[in-house]
Nanobody, 114 residues
Framework: VQLQASGGGLVQAGGSLRLSCAAS????????MGWYRQSPGKQRELVAD???????NYADSVKGRFTISRDNARNTVYLQMNSLKPEDTAIYFC?????????WGQGTQVTVSS
């Protein structure tokens, strides 16, 4: 499975972005699809993930601001990011967990200016 992340960019604090992660094949078999982020000098961290039946999980730092969704017909997972803060600046990666493997996209840069 190949994952192509897009939608990153430069935005002012308080703004919004929507990230997309397009899979090269049917993602119905993916148990969990997720978005992670990594800032310089920090470990990669979970931002949000979504299960096969639409159950979601969010990092405390993004609850109420970010929304993850999946469109199985389009083989795509989205991350709607609202009320962005400078601390959200990072490279965002998508991941598909398809037992027994994890597949990662190449990452998309999100920069939030103050």
């Amino acid at each position: 499975v190949q994952l192509q992340a897009s939608g990153g960019g430069l935005v002012q604090a308080g703004g919004s972005l929507r990230l997309s992660c397009a899979a090269s094949r049917n993602i119905l078999s993916a148990n969990v699809m997720g978005w992670y982020r990594q800032s310089p000098g920090k470990q990669r961290e979970l931002v949000a993930d979504i299960g096969r039946i639409g159950d979601t999980n969010y990092a405390d730092s993004v609850k109420g601001r970010f929304t993850i969704s999946r469109d199985n017909a389009r083989n795509t997972v989205y991350l709607q990011m609202n009320s962005l803060k400078p601390e959200d600046t990072a490279i965002y990666f998508c991941k598909a967990a398809i037992y027994p493997n994890d597949y990662w996209g190449q990452g998309t840069q999100v920069t939030v200016s103050s």
